[in-house]
């Protein structure tokens, strides 16, 4: 009986070693990248459309619901009630104000709103704070009764806490919100987005408008100075002729004619047809 040497049985064994390490580099790698779109879908479970990731606190776990599992939702969001914070005290963040709350009851989600960009950009620039400061904020019970009592016990009342703590002095302001659930404030947000989104388009093209009238002024007047550059060489004087701006009764009794005309148009055609 014949033995291979330990030097042919590397060698068959050689190529396809590598070929298992990048099989399994492979497959752990997609594993891995699985792994992040896994995280990704989580960290933004619960989050509507313009919403903050940084502003939100909250469940995020990403299943796909079955039809009882979807009952039993619906069921719990028809349980759940919601409390607005008008004031965030400066420095708390998401994950403070989920746990402050949660002494007081099962809590399900957190959003608060970061302040306005300009602001936040003054404030840094002016100030030794970097971090993002949060202006108002919403804050899910599983239980619409918790939450009732919740914003009638802590409305107007200091947050309190140990003693020397930043925010022990700070009052609550908040409310609580009948009949309004989660999927109202994704909404209210994605909307205030698009109007804002709106806002900034308008402010750009306004600027681009001016910057353009600018330039053409700017043109206008070297052409003009070149005009009067040469009348003065030919010993002659300059002067602009000023265009009259068209009256606001100029303006209706044109206005008027054209609608007149249209009227007549119509009445011809109608008598024709």
């Known amino acids: 009986m014949q033995h291979k040497p330990a030097d042919s049985e590397q060698s068959e064994a050689g190529p396809s070693s590598p070929r298992l390490r990048d099989d399994e580099a492979s497959g752990s790698s997609s594993e891995y990248k699985s792994g992040e779109d896994d995280e990704e879908e989580e960290r933004f479970d619960g989050l509507g459309e313009g919403m903050d990731p940084e502003g939100f606190a909250g ?52 959003y608060l709103q970061q302040e306005d960009a300009k602001r ?12 993002a400061h949060f202006t108002e904020g919403w804050v899910e019970f ?13 409305n107007a009342q200091p947050i ?5 703590s930043r925010w022990r002095d700070d009052i609550w302001t908040m409310k609580y919100l009948p009949k309004f659930k989660w999927n109202m404030l994704t909404e209210q947000v994605a909307h205030e987005a698009a109007v804002q989104s709106a806002k900034l388009r308008v402010e750009l093209s ?30 002659e004087t300059f002067e602009l002729k000023r265009i009259r701006s068209p009256s606001p009764h100029s303006e209706k009794r044109k206005r008027a004619k054209v609608d007149r005309n249209r009227d007549l148009e119509s009445s ?4 024709v047809f």
Not at 67 to 73: G, N, P, V
Not at 120 to 131: E, I, N, P, Q
Not at 207 to 226: C, F, G, H, I, T
Request: overall charge positive.
């Open 59 to 110: 469940e995020k776990v990403v299943k796909p619901l079955t039809a009882e599992a979807l009952a039993a939702f619906k069921a719990a969001q028809d349980r759940a009630g919601v409390i607005y914070i008008s004031r965030i005290p400066p420095g708390m963040r998401p994950a403070k104000v989920r746990h402050l709350m949660g002494g007081y009851g099962e809590v399900g989600r957190v």
């Open 142 to 154: 599983k239980d619409k009764k918790v939450a009732r009592s919740v914003a009638e016990m802590l």
């Open 268 to 271: 011809v055609l109608s008598s």
């Open 206 to 235: 306004q600027s681009r408008q001016e910057q353009q009238d600018y330039l053409r002024n700017v043109e206008l007047a070297r052409v003009l100075d070149k005009r009067a550059e040469k009348k003065r060489e030919k010993g």
């Open 120 to 131: 936040a950009y003054l404030r840094k620039k002016y100030t030794s704070t970097k971090k």
């Open 160 to 164: 309190g806490g140990k003693k020397g």
